[in-house]
């Protein structure tokens, strides 16, 4: 007899499996062409390299594990780590539509919002790519126009913008400390730039609950 298992079950069961998956193409691609070039790599190289790069990676890592699935969700999370591109596109599609529906991440809706909404999202930037990549000799001297350089710059500031004031406006409060943090940092921090997004997304999402932990404690909130 065939046993049954709950939705939630069922999501860590395919989300173990398509991540051992993807570990092993992305380790499968660089080993296929080595051999089918000869060309394999400088060993000391390599080991320097990810000696020097590969501990901040895995502190990111490790520090994402807990800052997105109270976010994402258990489903929304799996999907994200295996699609990428967190921050800049999976992360506010899926808040985005939790929030029109008006559930939490952690409700088994939310968890279906949100996977849905991750999925939709890595569909249409499958498509979007195929396109560009149909289409970028034609529209080439488009793009590269000066006139439309600030435009394109302002894409992801402004994405961001629309959901923060719709989180700020919830929260005042609660957004003061953070916003405040992160404008100190990036002002007077020069190292701090688009590069960092991932390592200082977990940053604020920690200290912000400190601080709301804090007001929550002295009743300012």
């Given at each position: 007899?065939?046993?049954?298992?709950?939705?939630?079950?069922?999501i860590h069961r395919d989300g173990r499996i398509?991540?051992?998956?993807?570990?092993?193409?992305?380790?499968?691609?660089?080993?296929?062409?080595?051999?089918?070039?000869?060309?394999?790599?400088?060993?000391?190289?390599?080991?320097?390299?990810?000696?020097?790069?590969?501990?901040?990676?895995?502190?990111?890592?490790?520090?994402?594990?807990?800052?997105?699935?109270?976010?994402?969700?258990?489903?929304?999370?799996?999907?994200?780590?295996?699609?990428?591109?967190?921050?800049?596109?999976?992360?506010?599609?899926?808040?985005?539509?939790?929030?029109?529906?008006?559930?939490?991440?952690?409700?088994?809706?939310?968890?279906?919002?949100?996977?849905?909404?991750?999925?939709?999202?890595?569909?249409?930037?499958?498509?979007?790519?195929?396109?560009?990549?149909?289409?970028?000799?034609?529209?080439?001297?488009?793009?590269?126009?000066?006139?439309?350089?600030?435009?394109?710059?302002?894409?992801?500031?402004?994405?961001?913008?629309?959901?923060?004031?719709?989180?700020?406006?919830?929260?005042?409060?609660?957004?003061?400390?953070?916003?405040?943090?992160?404008l100190i940092l990036f002002i007077f921090v020069?190292?701090?730039?688009?590069?960092?997004?991932?390592?200082?997304?977990?940053?604020?999402?920690?200290?912000?609950?400190?601080?709301?932990?804090?007001?929550?404690?002295?009743?300012?909130?």
């Amino acid at each position: 007899m065939k046993k049954n298992i709950s939705y939630l079950d069922s999501i860590h069961r395919d989300g173990r499996i398509w991540g051992l998956l993807i570990c092993f193409l992305l380790f499968a691609f660089p080993v296929a062409v080595s051999l089918i070039f000869r060309s394999m790599p400088n060993w000391e190289a390599l080991g320097r390299g990810l000696l020097a790069t590969a501990p901040m990676y895995w502190a990111v890592g490790f520090i994402e594990m807990f800052t997105y699935v109270p976010m994402l969700g258990a489903g929304g999370t799996y999907l994200s780590f295996v699609t990428g591109n967190i921050a800049n596109l999976k992360l506010p599609c899926a808040v985005d539509a939790m929030e029109r529906a008006n559930v939490k991440a952690t409700s088994e809706e939310g968890e279906v919002i949100s996977t849905i909404a991750i999925a939709v999202s890595s569909i249409v930037t499958t498509i979007i790519v195929i396109l560009g990549v149909i289409f970028i000799i034609p529209l080439t001297p488009l793009l590269e126009n000066p006139d439309l350089a600030p435009a394109f710059d302002m894409i992801l500031p402004a994405l961001f913008g629309a959901l923060g004031v719709a989180f700020v406006s919830k929260h005042p409060k609660l957004a003061v400390a953070p916003i405040i943090l992160m404008l100190i940092l990036f002002i007077f921090v020069p190292a701090l730039n688009a590069d960092t997004v991932g390592i200082m997304v977990p940053v604020g999402v920690i200290f912000t609950i400190i601080v709301a932990r804090f007001m929550y404690k002295k009743g300012w909130i």
